[in-house]
């Protein structure tokens, strides 16, 4: 029971992160959907600062690896920048690209470096047993992971950001009305460039917390399985706000999380279903849910259509 | 020169090449980056892929391997292409793919169906996944990337556990079809013939570039293919004007499905590859067809030539020097110029600003020349 609570709230916490940055990006106008490619990118980030940070004391370490994930994600995210938002180019397209960029550059790297060390290694691991340690408190048992704090700091940040902010409140016209924005003198690019930048940095947070989630080893010609569209399955299902979004997170999350765990209830191991079927649950899930919310969405209205001055 | 310039398709194949020369160019930067000694080797190996081999014969026969892989793949990038026309991003194709292989292999393994059966079985299990992700889009507004996803994910799964029945007791890859049930196999027709006996050359080849020219006809000379592309781009005129516009999404995404499963069975129904039970990520094809779809310009002509290229650049990546460098570095050029093709509108743009400009400063010319002239004869 213990560790279902703990898997639930790990992934619910790189559900709400991302989701949160797909959050910020849509209200600003820009479609994110390479979400995914921005978390391996984070992963990465993390994943070689935990290679090469040899022994520091933890607080130094859980640092470091969130802000070199955070700055990765953000600076893979200004290439999603640079084409949707100065070059008008299509939003699902490019983000389609930077999913498959994001894993193919990584595997490539990864490779590399894992065979410049050594000749005969041709994977595409990294190992990280002694940092993960340092991310975790062991509470009886139980593993609390910093994480959730950040999952938990970030939603609030959000919120108050987005509804009681300045800022907040004009990125979220931008993502509204970009010309009635534009007529009172807020730069809608400017607006556009910070909410795919925070998305980025949010989107690399959650993909190194997600490699943390469960294993000390990452193999990184995988991915992140998904997880980066199921964040959008969560945004949509949290209706573009911050706290609905951190509670569909939490429902998410359980469902990934008894797919790991579902051994250790002796009812749902009794119904000797393959595992697959909870493999299958999350998406399933999100799938029954949207078709039941989407048809009154709360989308920012003009997201996804780039933003011309010259056609005010 | 001006006016082959101005032509629209030659516009779209200029756009391409750039895309391409681009992103062999960041490909090269990036092995420069990891290891200067062999990236030039390895660089010109992934484009010259099987001519990388001495023997003309060995040549032939592993250029008739990638026409083969580049069939699916062109089936792959129709499928994107056709739902695109219409307005609607089937990245579900990866799965719809799946759906038809799971369907195909099934179906030859377990119930010893011959090859046509096999191949509309994979035709109609696809079609029905494209038909879940259009009912989604008609009647509950879900966006088609997301279900199209989920739906990835999800048929992955189910194939892992399905094709579990038909597999190898001690690898995790499914039965060899030449043993079991050879009649499954799509028949040669005499074409492996044409390429040193290359057993993967099947009628699949000739299949596939005809139903490329059936969409092209259908897309642009037939009232249907109009109705589909007057739905996509205004759903409510589509409406107003008499179409039904929800039975019109629903029928992109069943041929679009339709299309994915026929490729998947023209790869796994030639035996030149099986399926791995323990999967963990959606086979690449379906994601490579969009860079295809986009590369040829959206055109199911030009689709035909880009998938080949496609194909011939991942398969060419098996040739860089594996010393240093990993075969992935073929996924990431093709990554670059799926990318790059986002830029193809605004590349278009600036030509035609370009050659706007020049036309411009000519008739300027003109006039300041008639100008001189008309001062001349006043003097």
Redo the contacts between chains.
């Keep these: 029971m213990l560790l279902l609570i703990q898997y639930t709230l790990i992934f619910s916490s790189v559900l709400t992160l991302v989701a949160l940055g797909g959050c910020i990006s849509e209200h600003s106008g820009v479609i994110n ?1 390479g979400l995914e490619g921005i978390m391996v990118m984070g992963a990465l980030g993390g994943a070689l600062t935990m290679r090469y940070l040899g022994t520091t004391s933890p607080l130094v370490m859980v640092l470091l690896v969130m802000l070199a994930a955070a700055v990765c994600g953000a600076i893979y995210s200004a ?1 999603l920048g640079v ?2 938002i100065n ?4 939003q ?3 983000g ?3 999913n ?2 994001g ?3 990584a ?3 990864v ?2 470096i894992n ?2 060390a050594n ?1 005969d290694d ?1 994977s ?1 691991e990294i190992e990280y047993v002694r940092a993960r340690k340092m991310f975790i408190v062991n509470i009886n048992g139980f593993e609390f992971n910093w994480f959730m704090l950040v999952a938990v700091i970030a939603v609030i940040v959000v919120a108050v950001m987005l509804y009681k902010t300045k800022f907040g409140l004009r990125l979220m016209a931008c993502g509204e009305h970009p010309q009635a924005a534009d007529s009172v003198g807020i730069n809608v690019y400017k607006m556009r460039w910070s909410g795919v930048l925070i998305s980025g940095l949010l989107g690399g947070l959650g993909g190194v917390c997600y490699i943390l989630a469960g294993v000390s080893l990452w193999k990184f ?3 992140v ?2 997880f980066g ?1 199921l964040a ?2 969560v945004m ?1 299902f949290g209706q573009w706000k911050p706290v609905r979004i951190a509670l569909a997170a939490l429902l998410f999350g359980l469902f990934r999380a008894l797919s790991n765990t579902y051994i250790g209830f002796p009812s749902l191991a009794a119904l000797n279903l ?1 595992g ?2 909870y ?2 649950m999350p ?2 899930v ?2 029954i849910v ?3 919310t ?2 009154n ?1 709360r989308a920012p209205k003009a997201e996804g259509i780039p933003y011309d001055k010259g056609m005010r | 020169m001006k006016k082959v310039l101005k032509n629209p398709g030659m516009q779209a194949f200029l756009a391409s090449l750039i895309c391409i020369i681009i992103g062999l160019l960041i490909g090269y930067l ?1 092995l420069l980056i ?2 200067p000694e062999g990236a030039w080797e390895s660089i010109t190996n992934v484009i010259k892929n099987f001519f990388t081999w001495s023997k003309p014969k060995t040549q032939l026969k592993q250029f008739g391997n990638t026409l083969a892989k580049t069939m699916p793949l062109l089936m792959c990038s129709l499928s994107i292409l056709f739902a695109y026309k219409v307005g609607l ?1 089937n ?1 579900g194709a990866a799965g719809q793919y799946v759906a038809g292989a799971c369907a195909s292999l099934y179906a030859a393994l377990a119930w010893g169906w011959g090859w046509l059966p096999c191949m509309l079985f994979a035709i109609v299990c696809a079609g029905v996944l494209g038909a879940i992700v259009g009912i ?1 889009k008609a009647y ?4 088609e ?3 199209g ?6 048929t992955l ?2 194939t ?2 399905v094709l579990s029945k038909v597999k190898e007791a001690a690898s995790p890859y499914t039965l060899y079809l030449d043993d079991v049930n050879p009649s499954a196999l799509l028949p040669n027709a005499g074409l492996n013939n044409l390429f040193n006996n290359n057993k993967y050359i099947t009628i699949a080849v000739p299949l596939a570039l005809i139903i490329s020219i059936a969409i092209h006809i259908l897309l642009s000379r037939t009232r249907l293919g109009y109705e589909l592309k007057a739905t996509g781009s205004n759903k409510n005129a589509a409406k107003y004007a008499g179409m039904r516009e929800n039975t019109n999404i629903i029928l992109t995404l069943i041929i679009a499905g339709g299309l994915a499963g026929l490729g998947a069975s023209m790869l796994y129904q030639t035996g030149y590859m099986r399926w791995e039970c323990t999967q ?2 959606v086979p ?1 094809m379906g ?1 490579n067809g ?1 860079a295809a779809a ?1 590369l040829g310009g959206l055109n199911p002509i030009g689709a035909i030539f880009s998938s080949f290229f496609i194909q011939h650049i991942t398969d060419g990546g098996q040739y860089v020097n ?5 075969s ?2 073929s ?2 050029i ?3 110029i ?2 790059l ?3 193809v ?2 590349i278009k743009l600036t030509m035609n600003k370009m050659l706007a400009r020049s036309e411009e400063r000519k008739l300027r010319q003109l006039k300041e020349a008639e100008a001189a002239a008309g001062k001349e004869v006043d003097q």
């Design positions: 959907l290439l084409a949707c070059f008008k180019a299509d699902t397209l490019v389609t690209a930077l498959l960029l894993t193919a550059l595997t490539v790297l490779k590399a065979t410049a000749p041709h595409s010609e995988n991915g399985a998904g569209f959008l399955a949509i393959p697959t079927v493999n299958m998406y399933i999100s799938l949207l078709a039941f989407s048809k969405s | 990036v990891i290891n991003f990245i989604l509950c507004n879900v966006n990337v997301i279900s996803i989920m739906l990835n994910w999800i799964y189910l892992n556990t963990s990520s690449g994601f969009i986009f594996t010393n240093f460098y990993s992935q570095i996924d990431l093709s990554s670059v799926i990318y093709c986002g830029f509108l605004f």
